[in-house]
């Protein structure tokens, strides 16, 4: 089983940056592969991006393609979503998930998720 933590959120202006963590415990952490996914209110939750175990493997969603990066770090137990640019409508709940395997986009494929953290991007 694996604990999953957010961290990072907060509010910025429109054109700024943030950097998301998800820190992980429990065991094998560097076996799961790990999303981002975001909810926005009246909103369904929606994928933001994902890494294989390896780090070898990512993907993004279209609408923050050449804006945010997803990276890992096993050695700490750490997923990190580095955001740029952001705009107004990036603004909502982030949270990370992790599952077995490989990179998928859909929500109910992953098994254990984070608290979420909040991202408010002011116009």
């Known amino acids: 089983q694996v604990q999953l933590v957010e961290s990072g959120g907060g509010l910025v202006q429109a054109g700024g940056s943030l950097r998301l963590s998800c820190a992980a415990s429990?065991?094998?952490?560097?076996?799961?592969?790990i999303g981002w996914f975001r909810q926005a209110p009246g909103k369904e939750r929606e994928f933001v991006a994902a890494i294989s175990w390896s780090g070898s493997v990512t993907a993004h969603a279209d609408s923050v393609k050449g804006r945010f990066t997803i990276s890992r770090d096993n050695a700490k137990n750490t997923v990190t979503l580095q955001m740029n640019s952001l705009k107004p409508e990036d603004t909502a709940v982030y949270y990370c998930?992790?599952?077995?395997?490989?990179?998928?986009?859909?929500?109910?494929?992953?098994?254990?998720w984070g608290q979420g953290t909040q991202v408010t991007v002011s116009s």
């Open positions: 998930a992790a599952k077995s395997y490989g990179v998928d986009l859909r929500r109910g494929k992953y098994d254990y």
């Open positions: 429990g065991r094998a952490f560097s076996s799961y592969a």
